[in-house]
């Protein structure tokens, strides 16, 4: 796994060995940005923008967003060897001024309305494949107000889960990549 463009390009991500975390693949997460960058319903400019990075894992889109510019990245995990992880990714790009790590469980912190400070430009959801209360989470944070009105969400889900996702809120695109499904989520 590596950083794929921007301030970090080519630098080495180090990868989780145990088979809890599931970092998100080069390919997918190049897709992801071409999307960000080039399609018409996403609104969101990397550049100077806040990110929330939720079951962060290793940290790979986070740091991938910083490279590429974003000015604050929250890391929030709970696992804590992928903790581990995260803080030797985040040590080794020597960027601990504009990021936040949060070794909580979201659903716990999510309780706490007055936690987060600021809106998010962009939210990326990278949870467990069998993580049930994803649809519960997006609303929190619809009602939290926690994503920027022009902001988007980004939501990694197993293309076999079946979520009411596209049902309950505005997916703006939806893409498949391998066992994967990319959704990108306005609220």
Do not use: W
Not at 118 to 138: M, V
Request: with cysteine; glycine share 4%.
């Amino acid at each position: 796994m590596r950083i794929i463009s921007g301030k970090y390009k080519g630098k080495k991500i180090i990868q989780p060995l145990d088979k809890f975390t599931r970092p998100l693949k080069d390919l997918t997460k190049e897709s992801i940005f071409n999307l960000i960058k080039h399609s018409k319903h996403v609104e969101v400019e990397i550049v100077n923008s806040n990110v929330l990075d939720l079951f962060s894992g290793s940290g790979s889109f986070g740091l991938e967003c910083l490279s590429r510019g974003a000015s604050n990245i929250t890391f929030c995990e709970n696992y804590a060897p992928a903790i581990k992880i995260l803080e030797k990714n985040i040590n080794h790009f020597k960027c601990k001024n504009s990021i936040e790590l949060i070794k909580i469980d979201i659903f716990k912190l999510i309780k706490d309305k007055d936690f987060f400070k600021s809106k998010f430009d962009l939210i990326f959801l990278d949870p467990p494949f069998k993580e049930e209360r994803i649809r519960k989470l997006i609303l929190d944070i619809k009602n939290l107000k926690l994503l920027d009105k022009s902001g988007i969400i980004i939501l990694h889900r197993s293309k076999k889960y079946k979520d009411s996702i596209e049902n309950d809120f505005n997916v703006v695109l939806e893409k498949t990549y391998g066992i994967s499904k990319i959704f990108f989520i306005k609220l």
